[in-house]
């Protein structure tokens, strides 16, 4: 009894080192680091491991992740996978990444995570989520942060919104994402600046750029997250590969950190019977001409002159009330730049021209808007112009005569601008026919030129992908001959991979070794071969990085041997 006891024990012990496999999960931020808590709409990572011991011929079906409904999936894929050999044990480990976000607060439990791994299904760990409204993070690494000055405004109110970049130790900056701001009108950002805040006691440098926003919707609006990308220092990693990581980015490691997302209640006006211009707290309207004394037709400058405080950026321009002998049309306007602390004005320039000879008089302009500190809505008014229009003795006098005879509305006719006043015609300088059209041509003819180019470029890049696939055995034959000469190893490998990539006609850089495996398991090679060729193909990456470098000469048969080989399958 005692006796299959022990050899159900010895059965059971030996299952498991049969079938060595095994799927691990963890949760991670944007910039690949673990992560306590996750910020709402911000993106995270749930990175997946999933190793078998049998690399050779082992089939990893892409995990499955239990408890993922409260979460937005934006993307799930396959990162990586490394082969490798320990102590004469092969193993293989795929890396599958899920791209997560949160729509809101609270904690999750997520997983297992589940897997085929050769027919048999294998279960990982499982995760608690805690999503809160900023991210919890380490202050030695590298974050963003969005920053508002209020949280509830009006439709329309200025929001100050700045965007602060921690950068920690030995991190450097390659610049953030285009900032989307949805249902705001906005400033150009500005920055960036440099400053120094106290973070639990520690204080911390800072990048910052800063905006202004103003929203034109009301409701719960959302200032979505915005991305940094930056470089640290590379982790440790294997001396062979720290060596090509120096040449190639000089030992730097790039990676993406998200800011917080802020939501802002937006509140509607109160209701009013008037239009409302701006909102903020206006103090003067002033009106002005430059100069009173004008002929029929001759343009006079207009300008009213808004002073005070508020959402001068969304104010465009103020509908004008005009008597009858006068017209005009919005010109332009700006801010006054050289004031730069108290009220701030801006100036709204109209052209304006007289219809009817006489003594007008401008009257004054209404501008309504809603007050922030009174919660009001109130009334600015402009002082009054006066101008004085004379009859134009330079307009050609049937015209004015026909015009005064009309029976149309001599409102709505605007007389030509008089040459000899302020302001004098100009001719028109007009480009001939055939420059225009050459130039219209200029662009279809330089896409038609480079779009032939990149024909006959493809062509030839084909006729040279195809003599190389003709020549794959030539060539590798005449480079063994050579590396036998030189006696260096660390190039039969290279051999081969050119060798694969001349014959399939695709990059180097795609090929690997479950790559060439699968190429080979759809010929007439036999699994055994084809394990041999598994073992030879590592021998001779080991020769690479010089980890083995005895029985040259029988090396160099046996890679014969196999190029033979290969020639009569493929």
Wanted: with cysteine; aromatic share 10%.
């Amino acid at each position: 009894m005692a006796k299959k006891i022990g050899s159900l024990f010895l059965i059971l012990f030996y299952i498991p080192l049969c079938f060595a496999a095994h799927i691990t999960m963890q949760l991670m931020d944007s910039a690949g680091d673990t992560v306590q808590q996750v910020a709402v709409n911000v993106p995270f990572f749930i990175e997946v491991a999933v190793t078998s011991e049998d690399s050779l011929n082992s089939t990893i079906s892409v995990p499955s992740i239990e408890g993922l409904k409260p979460f937005i999936i934006e993307e799930k894929t396959h990162v990586s996978t490394i082969n490798s050999i320990i102590n004469g044990k092969r193993s293989i480990k795929k890396i599958f990444r899920f791209i997560l976000r949160a729509e809101k607060q609270g904690a999750y439990l997520i997983g297992p995570a589940h897997t085929t791994i050769n027919n048999r299904r294998v279960s990982s760990n499982t995760l608690v989520i805690r999503v809160g409204a900023q991210q919890i993070i380490n202050a030695t690494e590298p974050f963003l942060r969005l920053l508002i000055d209020k949280a509830q405004v009006f439709v329309g109110e200025s929001i100050q919104c700045t965007l602060r970049f921690y950068p920690g130790k030995s991190t450097s900056l390659d610049g953030i994402s285009q900032p989307e701001f949805p249902d705001f009108d906005t400033r150009p950002l500005e920055g960036p600046f440099s400053g120094e805040e106290v973070i639990d006691t520690n204080p911390t440098k800072y990048i910052e750029w800063r905006t202004t926003l103003f929203p034109q919707k009301t409701g719960t609006l959302t200032i979505p997250s915005i991305a940094a990308i930056y470089k640290i220092p590379r982790k440790k990693r294997p001396m062979a590969f720290e060596m090509f990581d120096r040449f190639f980015d000089r030992g730097l490691e790039q990676k993406q950190a998200f800011s917080n997302v802020i939501k802002i209640k937006v509140d509607p006006l109160p209701e009013h019977t008037k239009p409302v211009h701006g909102i903020g707290d206006f103090n003067a309207l002033k009106a002005e001409v430059d100069h009173q004394v004008a002929q029929e037709g001759e343009a006079i400058v207009y300008r009213l002159i808004l002073e005070g405080n508020g959402n001068f950026e969304t104010i465009n321009s103020i509908d004008l009330v005009m008597p009858d002998g006068l017209k005009y049309y919005e010109s332009k306007s700006y801010m006054d730049e050289s004031k730069t602390k108290g009220d701030q004005r801006k100036f709204f320039e109209y052209i304006i021209q007289g219809i009817k000879p006489g003594e007008w008089k401008i009257p004054a302009q209404l501008f309504t808007f809603f007050n922030l500190k009174t919660g009001t809505h109130q009334d600015l008014l402009s002082n009054e112009v006066e101008t004085m229009i004379k009859e134009s003795t330079s307009l050609p006098k049937q015209s004015v005569d026909n015009t005064r005879n009309s029976n149309s509305n001599a409102n709505n006719f605007i007389l030509p601008i008089v040459e000899d006043g302020l302001w004098h015609a100009q001719r028109e300088r007009k480009m001939p026919w055939h420059i225009f059209f050459l130039l219209c041509s200029l662009p279809l003819s330089l896409s038609m030129g480079y779009f032939l180019y990149r024909v006959r470029l493809n062509r030839m890049q084909e006729r040279v992908k195809l003599m190389r696939q003709k020549n794959a055995f030539k060539i590798a034959y005449a480079t063994l001959k050579k590396i036998t000469i030189t006696q260096d190893l660390s190039q039969l490998s290279l051999l081969i991979h050119q060798l694969f990539a001349d014959y399939w006609m695709i990059p180097m850089q795609e090929l690997s070794d479950e790559f060439i495996l699968n190429k080979l398991k759809k010929t007439d090679c036999p699994q055994d071969v084809i394990e041999n060729w598994h073992t030879f193909y590592e021998e001779l990456l080991s020769y690479t990085f010089g980890i083995m470098q005895n029985k040259q000469d029988e090396t160099f048969d046996r890679v014969k041997k196999w190029l033979d080989y290969l020639k009569t399958i493929l």
